[in-house]
């Protein structure tokens, strides 16, 4: 299955999410946080997400007033970093299309408060209102949307947030699936691409096309006011309370399958339930931990099960460095089975008694530990990656500072292999770039435009080190009217007498940063007529430079002499060549 039906498959799911009624508003949340730019089958999810929402744009009616906002796209570790792209109304797919192009996922992921601030911007508890988030992570920014969706559930006229989470795990998913839960919305799960398509597909399609259900049945008359009231114990002989972590109760219908339907929830130690007299499933989550349990509740009894959780807590600090706090950009990810549970800089992990294996990750920095939890038990683990701190950023040359984003910073090992290849350890591209990275010796590569500086760097562990790299870079602007294609050549030839080629292009236009030195620029124009003019980039300086038949003129080259071919000693002059 190929990308584009991917993203078309994806679109359909995605109208159905968003109500057509022209009498309601809604916000599409984009996650623009740094893990964005994971890949699927090659292909960034922010490019994934960008295609779809052009899809989905382009089916979508006129009259329906939709908007875009983002979150974690200006800079890192900034749990305020959100921002209205386009504001709800009418007639945005133009609008919305050429924001979600720009967005550069970079920084945190403060989910929660972006689904508040867009629900205040629909006046949420004055009219009907629908925010859509798209979120390839967890919540970074110690909002618990649970207890968001409970407010603005209560406070909402007719409020509804759906989330449609790309590439996270069941014990993820049911992080933030209360979010839509408990506003009467719906969580969708894929885990690549073709599972988004599936997913969206399948379960938005039903929720869209299913009838309106039957009122529920009142529950059969009991001698109690609840006659399911379990109880959970975190392991023989200790007890569950909720200063543990929230505990989430569910009761489910039998299927001749299994588990079935969802049919209540309930949370922390005091759920108390009224149901039908039968055979029910029990499902006690905590955290990672999640234990189901076949019980039955007889007419006018009261049932009071006991569920053991069979789990414990892992209560995780990570520094970068000695005396430094936590940082929130520092990922600790804990396995068991085939699920994980992930915090961001400390965090309590509440999980299954048994084997675990702990992954904490703050740039290229990795630190791996493998360990057992047994129940009941509550381990402490603070864990320092020993990382130095490097922020680079680029100049042309003394007091000519480089503004472009375009820049490329690659961190690569100091060490070449066998073949003569250094291993990129890290990659930023931004005006400057900021890199966590263990001690030793390193190789900063910087790639802007033409110019590529290599720059030696050593790394301390808890020391930062400012870096300012001297492209020794100008730039050259040029004019070719009527040109076809334009080849930039060092002026100097190579050993084996023939120049190398820079760059190319195709504008009649351009501008573009070379290293300091001297150049020749050769137009090629209609009937395959050449003109060729050379220059000059001074380092911190820009030239202008056109390349025509009245410049190559002016430099007076003669006709019959190759463009590829002249010595490097010759005076840099102009020249015509017909092929």
């Known amino acids: 299955m190929n990308l584009i039906k991917l993203f078309s498959g994806a679109c359909v799911a995605l109208a159905m999410v968003v109500p057509v009624t022209s009498a309601e508003q809604a916000i599409i949340v984009l996650d623009g946080s740094g893990s964005m730019w994971a890949q699927v089958d090659g292909t960034p999810r922010i490019g994934i997400a960008r295609d779809t929402l052009s899809e989905v744009l382009s089916t979508l009616p006129g009259e329906l007033e939709l908007g875009l906002m983002t979150y974690g796209h200006r800079e890192k570790g900034n749990c305020g970093d959100i921002e209205l792209l386009v504001a709800p109304a009418s007639g945005t797919a133009a609008a919305i299309n050429a924001a979600a192009a720009k967005i550069n996922p970079k920084g945190m992921t403060p989910l929660s408060d972006a689904v508040r601030l867009a629900a205040e911007e629909l006046r949420y508890t004055e009219d009907a209102a629908t925010v859509i988030l798209i979120t390839d992570g967890l919540e970074t920014c110690e909002v618990d949307p ?46 690549n691409g073709a599972g988004l398509v599936d997913a969206l597909g399948t379960a938005v399609a039903e929720v869209a096309q299913a009838p309106e259900p039957e009122p529920a049945p009142e529950p059969a008359p009991v001698e ?7 109880q959970a114990i975190l392991a023989e002989g200790v007890p569950y309370h909720n200063e543990l972590g929230q505990l989430v109760w569910e009761v489910h219908a039998v299927a001749t399958t299994g588990i079935g339907e969802r049919l209540q929830t309930e949370y922390d130690s005091g759920a108390k339930f009224n149901v039908e007299p039968g055979d029910y499933y029990l499902r006690a989550t905590l955290g990672g931990a999640k234990v189901e349990q076949k019980i039955s509740v007889g007419d006018g009894e009261l049932a009071e099960p006991v569920v053991n959780l069979n789990a414990g807590l892992v209560k995780v600090r990570a520094v970068t460095s000695e005396g430094e706090v936590p940082n929130s950009n520092t990922q600790i990810r804990i396995s068991y089975g085939d699920d994980r549970s992930t915090e961001f800089g400390e965090g309590t992990f509440r999980l299954p008694a048994g084997p675990l294996e702990m992954e904490v990750t703050h740039d290229s920095v990795i630190y791996t530990e493998e360990f057992s939890l047994t129940a009941g038990e509550i381990l402490e683990k603070d864990i320092n990656l020993h990382a130095g701190f490097m922020e680079a950023t680029a100049i042309y040359a003394e007091g000519v500072d480089v503004t472009s984003n375009q820049l490329r910073y690659g961190l690569m090992s100091a060490r070449k292999s066998i073949d003569g290849r250094r291993e990129e350890i890290d990659v930023e591209y931004d005006t400057s770039a900021k890199f966590y990275a263990a001690p030793g010796d390193y190789i900063l590569k910087t790639d802007f435009e033409a110019v590529s500086v290599e720059t030696p760097i050593t790394i301390v562990d808890g020391e930062r080190l400012d870096l300012v790299v001297n492209l020794n870079a100008g730039v050259a602007a040029f004019t070719a009217p009527g040109v076809e294609r334009m080849a930039i050549y060092e002026a100097g030839l190579g050993i084996d007498g023939t120049r190398r080629e820079v760059t190319t292009k195709y504008d009649v236009e351009w501008q573009y940063a070379f290293a300091e030195g001297d150049y020749v620029a050769v137009g090629q124009f209609a009937d395959d007529v050449e003109y060729e003019v050379p220059f000059t980039v001074i380092a911190g300086e820009r030239v202008e430079v056109e390349v025509s038949e009245a410049a190559a003129a002016a430099a007076g080259i003669a006709a019959d002499q190759p463009a590829s071919s002249a010595p490097a000693s010759e005076p840099t002059e102009g020249k015509k060549k017909t092929k």
């Open 146 to 191: 649970c207890a968001l969706g409970n407010e603005l559930e209560a406070q909402g006229v007719n409020f509804t947030t759906h989330v449609l989470g790309f590439g996270l795990t069941d014990e993820e998913g049911r992080q933030v699936a209360c979010l839509a839960e408990n506003t009467g919305g719906k969580y969708f799960s894929a885990d």
């Open 224 to 230: 109690h006011e609840f006659n399911l009231v379990p």
